[in-house]
């Protein structure tokens, strides 16, 4: 089992919807979850981290975070096209790891 | 500032050419990353400095050799790499590398390829 697990894409997205990036991982004594944003050839960017359960709001974006279930989405409300980029998952347990990213496609 | 600056953007070399990867930043973090990341896929972890002692090799062959002359800056030097080390190569900082809630800033890469 892979450690962080997100889903490939391309998720495609009309502007203005909300776009929903899930990612689960397996080292339960994980305390810290990262989502970066990386645009083609460039380097990652954080969006946002989020260390309790629950929610975390910043802009147009929410992060989720279920330890229980080993779980952590991002929401982008308001998806806009300059929001297409690869968004990389992280987690921080034992190692810092990412996910191998979901493509983030939100069309005009 | 949150930057963290790398130098060159761009390289190319030949398979029995040295050559460094340079890293700087002036955030006071105190932990250095080196990442290698292929097309399409998530950064690789390479090696960590943590106040200027390496503290995390990945299994990194020897022709990858890193060193952290102060807290600043990270040098990454290369010598006869094979053209499977074509990648970009990025290089982050966090403010000790021992505390779970740390964030890591990344520079802007650089893109090497080896011919």
């Known amino acids: 089992q892979k450690e962080v697990e997100q889903n490939s894409g391309p998720l495609s997205v009309p502007e203005g919807a909300i776009a929903s990036l899930n990612c689960t991982y397996s080292?339960?004594?994980?305390?810290?979850f990262f989502w970066y944003r990386q645009y083609s050839g460039k380097s990652p960017e954080l969006i946002m981290s989020?260390?309790?359960?629950g929610d975390k709001e910043d802009g147009r974006f929410t992060a989720q975070l279920n330890k229980a279930s080993q779980y952590v989405s991002l929401l982008i409300r308001d998806s806009q096209p300059s929001d297409s980029a690869t968004y990389l998952c992280?987690?921080?347990?034992?190692?810092?790891?990412f996910g191998p990213g979901t493509r983030l496609s939100v069309l005009p | 500032d949150t930057e963290v600056t790398q130098t060159p953007k761009h390289l190319v070399m030949g398979m029995t050419n040295k050559k460094s990867l340079k890293c700087e930043q002036h955030?006071?973090?105190?932990?250095m990353y080196w990442y290698k990341q292929k097309a399409k896929k998530p950064p690789e972890l390479m090696f960590v400095?943590?106040?200027?002692?390496?503290?995390i090799n990945e299994s990194v062959p020897s022709r990858f050799s890193p060193e952290c002359p102060n807290s600043s800056l990270l040098n990454l030097h290369l010598h006869a790499l094979q053209p499977e080390d074509s990648a970009l190569y990025l290089c982050?900082?966090?403010?000790?590398?021992?505390?779970?809630?740390?964030?890591?800033?990344f520079g802007p890469g650089t893109r090497l390829l080896v011919l």
């Open positions: 982050a900082s966090s403010q000790e590398g021992q505390t779970i809630q740390e964030t890591q800033y």
């Open positions: 080292d339960r004594g994980s305390q810290s």
């Open positions: 989020i260390y309790s359960n």
């Open positions: 992280a987690v921080r347990g034992q190692n810092f790891v």
């Open positions: 955030m006071g973090h105190r932990a």
């Open positions: 400095y943590s106040y200027e002692k390496l503290s």
